[in-house]
């Protein structure tokens, strides 16, 4: 487990808080939680955790908008059901 979390951590937690921050339904904060005590028993380094889940929030966050910037309307209208939110 430690050789897992130690080589694709951050890149675990990248993708997490990428795609939490996107608007899928993932645990993002526990995500956090969970690298941060991986960095207190030093597993992890905790500057480069902090700078890895700013940017994936980030990239996530303008990745949303640029999927429903440019997608929305259409999938609105493609649903009536959903059309009136």
């Known amino acids: 487990m430690s050789g897992l979390v130690h080589h694709y951590g951050l ?3 990248f993708l997490i808080v990428m ?5 899928v339904p993932l645990p993002g904060e526990t995500a956090l939680i969970a690298a941060g005590v ?4 030093g597993k992890l380094d905790i500057t480069a955790m902090i700078a890895v889940a700013a940017t ?5 966050d ?5 999927i429903g910037r440019t997608g929305g309307r259409r999938l609105l ?3 009536r059901r959903v059309s009136r939110f």
């Open 77 to 79: 209208e493609r649903w």
């Open 62 to 66: 303008n990745l949303g908008y640029w």
């Open 56 to 60: 994936a929030a980030i990239v996530g």
């Open 11 to 13: 890149l675990a937690l």
């Open 19 to 23: 795609l939490e921050s996107g608007g």
């Open 38 to 41: 991986f960095a207190s028993k």
